[in-house]
């Protein structure tokens, strides 16, 4: 097709279309939110199924040939402006990956996710990875398939990786990985050197309402925008949008444990301060969206960790912490409590795994997945590899199923390739960290003597949020820090933090 | 086109198209509920366009021709059961209805609506009508329009009025009025002859969260199922739902009015039994949905006025009512509260009208709206007719257009025909409560002794609920008391109730 159309009607019925498919994956986010923190339980039914029309129609507006030959005609025009260029690029992707599936497989994964996840449910509740086994494989066989029909060069784990790190093959995390490990490894060991740390007083007794007032107060001191937002309960903690003025976050709250909601609130606001920083105009376009999951994920953590965790903010807001809560850190001081919020402690589960073991878990998964996909592993010797591989690698025996590979949700889902984002995440949050404090000389001191973290987000908002997926991670990390990801930062980063 | 398919199948293939749709509206509902209760201020922009898209993909999907081709097919063939044949009726009623108008007239008819209701806004803002006149002309020209296009007989007000209220004509609603007035102005002379009513301890102070567990207190004791539903604050109450599994009222509370938000909260809880009770099985389809609006508001009125501002009811809950607000009603007896609760007091406001000034709101809108659409008024002369039928029907003056002609947002939304539903519910709620104390000989005895207003829902659920739409107003109406619409019956369930 050649049309008649110029650029610019053209390149205006581009991003009609695709804000149409934006608007309903909205309203299907919209759907979700309510179902996570609102619906009444006899909902259920109905709900699931306006989710899955949502999908299907999101799907079908998303693959219509018309759409198609807009974007191939796009693509051979040549002057469009950089943004749009990406926007063209992006989508055209988007579409020629999706249009590689007949509707037959999409049904097949999708029936196969369903039975998969209700297997993990009852194979969690009877503690036994059995009862998960045959829905896995299936799913494994179809990812496999999955990644034939998209085409891939050396391995086929590089087909999935793409899906959440755009451009991340085997050969990069592989040695990401290999570079840290050792490291890591002898950073525990002096770690387990010195004195214990006690963290025992983050366990005392939190009222409810007094975490959810002190939660949104944290976002508040943070940045997040509540206009822009709002922060509800649920039971696990996500964050959600609907566009760049309408970004969600929920959070769970343990009356015994203060660290739970305080860090999965922190968490959630940088992922959400993310989103309510990317360019509005360019809603329900490729570029509107986050660069990738590592760099989402770097949001998080650099907020949660190098901040949330850090002694200059807690230097500053300790003392209206006790204050908050009365009697419960008389007795401690501020280095004894950011001693404690950082306490490493190898353990069994990834998510309440500690800054430092949290990489052991992740880079165990990674392998295992990559050996599933590249067929080198079967299912059913999943239990046994994963018992090894945490033995080896982080010291701990696991006793069963539950607290060993049935934990993650993440496989009944179908996502092969996503747990490596969580690392690439801490490695980018560490290096972002530490350029915002080389480009902000007085960042440090500031956040020490005010509380105020606004020029962090106005840094953050300048060299990250407002590019969206301009650009990809790599191009992202070295326009901001002048070099591509290097662990050693993190390595370092956490030496200072941990060693005392 | 004869189908190869068998009935069954054919009619398998129209659910299914008819439910994917009923899945968009129901999320379009979601989004609506959210952006009513929920949503960020600066979120409205991209929900506006999230609710549009939504309502152009439903409306795309109903008007798709392959659903008319299954509809003109099943309803020549005469092997369905009454349930089934009542969907394909109503279904092809409404795809041949929305398949007269052009694209273009639709999209007319919805710019001119979202004019007339920001010049609405401005007009209340402004206190002048002038604002409103010129978007209220274009929306009154295009409802003559759409009558023509819908076709009718008689009155081209017909073809409106029906959309409400299926089947209803000028004529029918003429005579409904026209033998109601007169009892109507009766009686309402022997009220004021009588001693005035003190209501002002319905104004004390009530604190807002006191209130909101009263409100829920109040719906749980009249059978509101919060497995499936919940309530919520909005700025205007309102019921909603998702499916009969998934129903949602809202409320407002003012702290210096106790009547407000308990009276709103019962009306919204009768809406709700109502949708709670509908039958599940016809999810999406024609005969799961409500009789008529006149049907729905009969439910909301029976329990906000009949049971809600009954003696009976109050006879048992008055005393833990005085218990729930320590102070405030300690001073009257049950008698001096279910007078208050009912007095009748002439005023300018349709809202905020008693049971019996209330219809003369009605009439002169519905004399208005008939006057407007036959071509007799000009939208210019509103504010006069306005006035002087206030002065003559209620005898209040009205001071100002916004206490007056400016009032209700329906004109603004393109609503000619709706209002004349309001005096309908209150009709045949009088009727149907007649009804169920026939039928049901201790139903009285057990409000008044136990409180419980079961059996009550026991009998709507079985003689006006479970069947959805499979009967028109009238019909269900005879079905169920021997008779048609009888508005003496509510002058004498009125009488009872008023003089004393």
Chains 1, 2 share one sequence.
């Not at 002096?190 to 740390?197: D, F, L, S, Y």
């Not at 949660?304 to 008389?330: M, S, T």
């Not at 105020?452 to 901001?480: F, P």
Request: overall charge negative; some cysteine; hydrophobic content about 35%.
């Amino acid at each position: 097709m050649t049309s008649a159309l110029s650029t610019a009607e053209l390149y205006t019925e581009y991003s009609n279309a695709l804000r149409q498919v934006a608007d309903v994956k909205y309203a299907n986010a919209v759907l979700q939110w309510d179902q996570e923190t609102y619906l009444p339980p006899k909902g259920i039914e109905a709900r699931s199924r306006q989710l899955a029309t949502l999908s299907e129609v999101a799907h079908n507006l998303f693959t219509n040939n018309k759409l198609g030959d807009i974007l191939t005609e796009l693509s051979n025009r040549k002057v469009l402006n950089p943004r749009e260029q990406k926007n063209i690029e992006l989508s055209l992707e988007d579409y020629s990956k999706i249009k590689k599936f007949s509707a037959a497989f999409v049904r097949q994964m999708s029936e196969a996710i369903s039975t998969a996840y209700h297997a993990w449910i009852n194979a969690r509740k009877q503690n036994n990875f059995k009862v998960f086994e045959g829905p896995l494989s299936k799913i494994v066989e179809l990812k496999k398939q999955e990644a034939d029909i998209i085409g891939y060069e050396v391995h086929p784990y590089n087909a999935l990786l793409n899906d959440y790190e755009r451009g991340a093959t085997v050969s990069y995390i592989d040695q990401v990985f290999e570079n840290i490990k050792v490291p890591l490894r002898q950073l525990l060991h002096q770690v387990e050197e010195q004195p214990a740390v006690d963290a025992g007083f983050l366990n005392q007794h939190f009222p409810r309402q007094q975490q959810w007032q002190y939660g949104q107060h944290i976002a508040k001191v943070l940045g997040f925008d509540f206009e822009a937002g709002r922060q509800d309960i649920s039971e696990h903690p996500f964050t959600t949008n609907f566009s760049s003025a309408d970004v969600r976050i929920t959070t769970r709250i343990d009356e015994n444990d203060f660290a739970n909601m305080t860090w999965s609130t922190i968490h959630e606001v940088g992922h959400a301060l993310y989103e309510q920083g990317l360019p509005a105009s360019e809603y329900g376009l490729p570029v509107g969206e986050y660069a990738s999951l590592g760099i989402h994920e770097s949001q998080s953590r650099l907020w949660e960790n190098c901040v949330g965790r850090g002694l200059p903010f807690w230097k500053y807001h300790f003392k209206p912490l006790q204050k908050f809560f009365p009697g419960k850190f008389n007795h401690v001081n501020v280095q004894q409590f950011v001693r404690a919020i950082n306490k490493v402690q190898p353990s069994l589960i990834r998510t309440e795994a500690d800054e430092l073991t949290y990489h052991f878990h992740v880079m165990i998964r990674y392998e295992l997945e990559k050996l599933l996909i590249g067929g080198e592993l079967s299912v059913k010797d999943i239990p046994a590899y994963w018992n090894e591989q945490y033995k080896n690698l982080i010291g701990v025996t696991v006793p069963d199923d539950k607290n060993g590979c049935l934990q993650d949700v993440h496989w009944s889902h179908g996502s092969f390739g996503y747990f490596a984002t969580y690392s690439l995440g801490s490695f980018y949050a560490a290096q972002l960290w530490q350029q915002a404090q080389l480009d902000e000389p007085g960042l440090i001191e500031t956040i020490e003597y005010t509380g105020s973290t606004e020029v962090l987000l106005r840094w953050l908002r300048k060299n990250i949020h407002v590019h969206g997926k301009l650009y990809d991670s790599e191009t992202l990390c070295k326009m901001v820090t002048g070099q591509g990801l290097n662990s050693t930062i993190f390595i370092n980063y956490l030496r200072d933090k941990l060693i005392f």
